[in-house]
């Protein structure tokens, strides 16, 4: 919303993944998501699990 980006129509998207590869070259699409929520890349939320293995710890005020 509010800029003049339009996406490129999967047919182009595929068109051009074919060439691509008829080159040997390596294509991934992004399948696209978070436009319900206007979200751009990095702003979905989801559940995940913690594998960096911090503890949580816990604050104490000392006056």
């Known amino acids: ?3 003049s980006y339009q996406r490129s129509l999967p047919e182009s998207i595929e068109l051009f993944q074919n060439i691509c590869e008829e ?3 390596v294509t991934t699409v992004r399948k696209t998501r978070g436009d319900d929520i206007n979200a751009a890349c ?3 939320a989801g559940e995940f699990v913690d594998r960096t293995r911090r503890s ?3 604050k104490i005020k000392v006056s």
Do not use: A, D, E, H
């Open 1 to 3: 919303p509010g800029n």
């Open 23 to 25: 080159s040997r070259i």
């Open 42 to 44: 990095g702003q979905l």
């Open 56 to 58: 949580n710890t816990i």
